[in-house]
């Protein structure tokens, strides 16, 4: 990262001329301390010359300092540049990296749910929205090179065609693919340079900066990591194919000293006034204490930057996580100790490949920190075992033939040291391709105009697919082709000029069609399908947009397992019988509010606008839930067992947010849905400020460099506090009724044992609350906890600089509304909290 004392911006030759703009960059790197190794000296000499270039060298021989250099000297050139990594994190971290060195008014970034200054001369995007512009207006895109990280992605199964579109269709661009796992590309350079006509060179084979030596454990785990702290080979990073596994080794591990007296010491000083606010949290401030850090793409993201700080001055010894370091996560490491050699990839489990087992390892050993790294194999547990017992046993010949060794656990994929030793021999296995036809591939093609036809055999023909595959794909095509002819959607005609066929569009597509939520449009139309006089409008609202987010998987399992749990209490009551239960069982899933308009307003829709068929809707209920439950995040979380899964959630609730503030016309933002919205922004802020601050910074690049000089500071341990959470009243409001109703909700069920739990503390106990409510049960049969229970009528707030006072009122049977809660709020001691802080001081009537 630049500092005061480098130039932050290469100063490239005006007029551009090759070998100038070579001293330049050159010169601008060694001043950086960062002198270019070999590889990238041949990069930039080769990216300086106009041709293509394919890097895949070892992780830690700087690729992305050669995409500096591509950038730069497309800039020098005036021509438009693409930097395409796979993910939004990697794409956003790019695009504050390029901003540091360009300048805000030079980067841009597209990712589908962001756009930041579109027209720069420098995007980062993700790389299915260069793909789709690149079908969209073919030759014609505006771009004269691309930077593709991560190119290894090619051989994505359900996302490769995204990294070979670009290829087929821009004939006229500079290419420089990258990625550390390439395998054999010969054939991949050849085309390149057939379809653009440049020279491609090719590097790779180089040798690492920091060596790997390589070993496989047989003694417990355990025993492995203490011997590794104790020959001086930490940071470690143990890999684990799965997040609950990491968050358990973690846990195991705290057993044993990781960290000396002073790192704890100083570990504590730094992180002590950091928010762990989440069950999660709790857990992860006991292991960092330790000098074990946690991190896995399920975790907040302050927790994970949390341990990627503390990692990067030397402070974790011993981080347990999953394989997503393979993907450029920012964690540095001398050891890579690796649980296993198999994984599940959602359909089955099985051995690593090469190119994932080199991935992982590749992030062992740290340019310009170590002098060597090392990569780990821990042999499989029952192997561990069987070699423990033997060992006990001696040289007694009676002992070793009698005994029995441990087999492996039932399903268990056979690996062990030959699969290791093979593994650290073998060459990334060749890129695979993965081309596919969809409605939005098809009318971007159609909406280019020009020879349709030929734009399409072409894409079709003359691409990396097998001959058979290509047949396969061209009649997909011609099958989605006359479903949009049938819809009329599309249309033949003949020009009076040169008689030919043309093919032509009889909708406009939007600008950002296919680059941004697919569906939205949709959410549209069916928002007028809603009654805005509703009492549940609001919520309605809600609905249809989760329906078009992509499924937060584990919320919605979780979801379904509580709401079988509860099922089969009721049909338990009921006295059905067990076969009948699990067969009624198998209807009971998860909540889907809305769930028949939504089926029948989008098969209508897709009758008009068939390219909707590339997607589906998926009616859930996530924001609706926890607002209908009246939870906090910490609250949602814990109660559907989520911890391992914060920050899928949180990512869930942030991309619904800017859903509904951007999709949503403000039409049909009447003021429950304003509440809302702000009281659903509010949560997440407090929950990660970050999340909503880097979107917030993203609108707003020229903050960058103010948060890139809290990064490098001090303090940046620890993020700053979210604002005040009685900044904003509108959702102060919601969360202060939400807390109210949700003790109203709970006295409705008789809860006296939650209810003590939540206001033991100022007084009221569980026998204190089922004492009040006898009272009102002794006039009422119930509680209402309908829409209208749950309205701003029935809430009455006393607003002062200090402390809100409230009263909120019960919806009884009779509609005498006399009855209610009364309750104060500390404002102080809520923005402490980052939650509404309410005692409860009388369950009366009126």
Not at 171 to 190: C, I, K, N, R, Y
Not at 310 to 316: P, S, Y
């Amino acid at each position: 990262m630049p500092t005061s004392a480098f130039p932050s911006r290469p100063d490239m030759p005006d007029p551009y001329d090759a070998d100038a703009a070579y001293d330049a960059f050159a010169s601008w790197a060694a001043d950086r301390g960062t002198p270019l190794y070999p590889a990238q000296d041949e990069s930039i000499v080769a990216i300086v010359s106009g041709e293509n270039v394919i890097l895949s060298t070892p992780t830690g021989t700087g690729k992305s300092l050669v995409a500096v250099g591509a950038h730069a000297v497309a800039l020098a050139q005036g021509i438009r540049t693409y930097y395409t990594a796979p993910i939004k994190a990697l794409v956003s971290e790019k695009f504050f990296d390029l901003v540091e060195i360009f300048g805000a008014e030079n980067v841009g970034m597209v990712t589908g749910d962001s756009s930041v200054n579109p027209d720069a001369p420098i995007i980062c995007a993700t790389a299915e929205i260069l793909a789709n512009l690149a079908l969209r207006h073919g030759e014609g895109t505006e771009v004269g090179q691309v930077v593709m990280d991560e190119f290894h992605f090619y051989s994505d199964p359900d996302r490769g065609w995204a990294w070979q579109v670009p290829i087929l269709t821009l004939p006229g661009v500079q290419f420089v693919l990258m990625s550390a796992t390439l395998g054999e590309v010969d054939w991949l350079a050849e085309d390149l340079s057939r379809r653009t006509g440049r020279e491609t060179t090719v590097i790779t084979g180089v040798d690492r900066p920091v060596p790997l030596s390589y070993s496989y454990a047989t003694t417990p785990i355990q025993e492995t990591v203490e011997e590794l702290l104790a020959t001086q080979r930490a940071p470690i990073y143990i890999v684990h194919f799965a997040q609950l596994a990491a968050v358990e080794r973690a846990q195991a591990l705290s057993s044993i000293t990781v960290a000396t007296r002073a790192m704890r010491d100083e570990i504590a000083e730094l992180i002590g006034p950091f928010r762990f606010t989440t069950a999660f949290g709790k857990t992860l401030s006991r292991l960092l204490r330790l000098g074990i850090g946690v991190h896995h793409a399920g975790m907040l993201p302050k927790y994970r930057r949390l341990v990627e700080r503390l990692a990067q001055r030397g402070l974790l010894r011993v981080i347990c996580g999953t394989d997503t370091l393979g993907v450029g996560i920012n964690v540095p490491i001398r050891t890579v100790l690796l649980s296993a050699l198999t994984k599940f990839d959602g359909t089955r489990m099985r051995q690593l490949t090469a190119r994932e087992f080199h991935q992982i390892a590749g992030r062992a050993g740290r340019a310009g920190f170590d002098t060597a790294g090392t990569v780990v194999v821990q042999a499989p547990e029952h192997e561990t075992e069987n070699l423990k017992a033997l060992a006990k046993m001696g040289d007694d010949p009676k002992k070793r033939r009698k005994f029995i060794r441990k087999k492996a656990p039932e399903g268990f994929v056979s690996w062990g040291e030959p699969s290791f030793e093979k593994l650290i021999a073998a060459q990334p296995e060749r890129l695979t391709s993965h081309l596919t036809v969809t409605h939005a591939m098809v009318l971007n093609t159609i909406a280019r105009g020009g020879d349709v036809f030929t734009s399409m055999r072409e894409l079709l023909e003359d691409n990396h697919e097998p001959r058979p595959r290509q047949r396969d794909l061209i009649r997909q095509a011609l099958a989605i082709y006359r479903t949009l002819r049938t819809a009329g959607v599309v249309e033949e005609v003949t020009d009076a000029t040169t008689g030919q066929t043309l093919i032509r569009l009889t909708v406009d597509l939007q600008p950002n069609f296919a680059l941004n939520q697919p569906l939205s449009p949709f959410a549209l139309a069916v928002y007028d399908l809603l009654d805005e006089e509703s009492p549940t409008f609001a919520l309605d609202v809600v609905s249809v947009t989760e329906a078009i987010l992509d499924d937060p998987r584990p919320v919605l399992s979780a979801q379904q397992f509580v709401a079988r749990g509860e099922a089969v209490q009721a049909m338990k009551a009921e006295g059905i019988e067990y076969e009948q239960r699990m067969e009624l069982l198998d209807e009971v899933t998860y909540p889907k509010p809305l769930a028949g308009l939504l089926g029948e307003a989008f098969d209508t829709y897709r009758a008009t606008q068939p390219w909707i068929g590339d997607f589906d809707i998926s009616p859930k209920s996530v924001i609706r839930d926890m607002y209908e439950r009246a939870m906090s995040f910490g609250e949602y979380t814990a109660f559907y067992r989520l911890a391992r899964s914060e920050g899928l959630v949180l990512r869930y609730l942030s991309d619904a947010y800017r859903t509904l503030r951007t999709t949503v016309p403000d039409e049909y933002k009447n003021d429950d849905l304003l509440d809302l919205i702000e009281w659903l922004g509010e949560l997440v802020r407090q929950t990660d400020s970050s999340v909503l601050d880097e979107w917030e910074a993203l609108i707003n690049p020229e903050a960058v460099a103010a948060a890139a000089a809290r990064e490098d500071s001090e303090e940046a341990i620890v993020p700053p506090a979210p604002r005040l959470l009685t900044s904003n009243p509108r959702a102060f409001r919601i969360l202060v009724r939400n807390e109210l109703f949700r003790r109203v909700t709970l006295a409705a069920r008789e809860a006296w044992t939650e209810l003590g739990e939540l206001d033991a503390a100022s007084g009221f106990s569980a026998d204190r609350w089922a004492s009040a409510m006898d009272d009102y049960y002794d006039v009422h049969d119930s509680v209402g906890i309908g829409p209208h229970a749950r309205s701003a009528a029935l809430l009455i707030l006393d607003e002062t600089p200090t402390v809100w006072r409230a009263r909120q009122i019960f919806d009884d049977p009779a509609g005498d509304h006399d009855w209610g809660i009364s309750a104060e709020i500390d404002l102080a001691a809520s923005n402490e909290a980052g939650v509404a802080v309410v005692r409860v001081v009388a369950v009366d009537q009126l």
